[in-house]
């Protein structure tokens, strides 16, 4: 049932899964492996070609991780990528050593010799370089097709196997002609087909689905109105949808309208069975004089497992739970193909149910990517504002209100929240920004309305957009200053209680995206 793959193996560089998704881009499906798995293994999962990855390890080290030898012999096509070349290189007798001078950013490459992998490129073409070894001593048994004026192997073939080294980055956008080598390797070395599609994936998702799902038994969908829960839901009603059941747990801490918005598309237009469980009171209770940002996870974390499990119960024959994880979640949490539990991050993890609640679960995003989950949102007929949704964090405006939580507060928070994104949508900014929002600082600062001076019981709004690809590292968005003014003008007329809007200019790090 595997679809043909390509393998990449993690050898430790930040660009692993920018390396599997450029193959996903050409419709081609690609899956990160540790990098000592074994050729069993991959013929297990029908590879027709391997991707060594960069990394931080020097091949010639005793301790770098090393391929396994019977890699080379799998008669499959071998691409190493810096690292991955020293380390395929240097096992088939080639040298490698601390370069005389490291190189890192933009060369040139001047290709010496013809081959399918540098077809189609110029003579002499921008490549991305990041690298303190080299191979120095190629050895009998490689050509060079490339090189840079540092690097004499910038680019090699083994001459009678289809392994290849390239000590530039083809993956990053600074090596305008990378696409085209990945897509010279995919088809025309390693005779992929471009059949990783929406379509094909959504097909396949969908027949997965159906065998899980064969007699009686039903599934519980969590659905928060993001968009991995909501693609998740509508993939399971697309797949089974007399079996499916939602539940939203309005907890007292969503956008403006939230809610309602959600009513309409999933029980509205998609008429599914949705339980919305209104638990406002019950969060905002528990958070009553708490002030600690993360005393209010834990407690909201609680409260919504509770809240969950109280709806679940009720929901006769329910044996699986739907969770809308990712293949990055997967590979960062060490449980991808790869085994490895290299890039380990730490989750938060509100909003997130326990294992204890005893259903089996069902992951159908679990192999796909971000892009890969908007595009079968879209084919689904889920709306552009879901589809393209900014991620909005599980304890909601609880950590965008300084301080307690109250109802008061919320108000306050709700509607300048609400025209951040009007105006950041009517400007056409939205689809540009990582994620935008308001925070609401409940200090009293002075400011003057009509013809008097106004104190008590005026707030400040921080207004705060960020760009970002993986929220680990964020930078503020140099938004166009008059995007601004509309936004403050708006707030400080339209939200008694706000005399005054800040912009926050600060990356992560050192500050966080949200504020608490
Ligand atoms: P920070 O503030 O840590 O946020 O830079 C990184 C990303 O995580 C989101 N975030 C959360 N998501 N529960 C969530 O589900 C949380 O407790 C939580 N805290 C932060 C944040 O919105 C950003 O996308």
Redesign the pocket.
Known sequence: MNPPSIAILDFGSQYVQLIARRVRENQVHSLIFAPNVSPEILQRHSVIGIILSGGPSSAYNHSAPQPHPGLLNMGVPVLGICYGMQAVCQQLGAKVQAAAQREYGRTTLERTADDPLVRHLPARTTVWMSHGDVVTGLGEDFVTLARTPHSPFALVRHRSRPLYGIQFHPEVTHTPEGAQILRNFLFDICNARPTWNAGNILDQAVEQIRERLRGEAHVICGLSGGVDSSVTAALLHRAAPDKLTCIFVDNGLLRLHERARVEAIFRGHFRMDLHVVDASKRFLERLRGVIDPQEK?IRIGHEFIDVFREEAARIPNARFLAQGTLYPDVIESGHSAAGTAANIKLH?N??GLPAELGFELIEPLRDLFKDEVRMIGELLGLPEEIVWRH?????GLA?RILGEVTPERLELLRPADQIIIEELTAAGWYRKVA?AFGVLMPVSSVGVMGDGRAYQGQHVIAVRFVESTD?MT?DWVHIDPNVLSRISSRITNEVAGINRVVYDVTS?PPA???WE
């Open positions: 996870r938060h509100v909003g991620p909005f964090p599980g304890p950590v994620q929220f964020a992560k966080t995206i949200e």
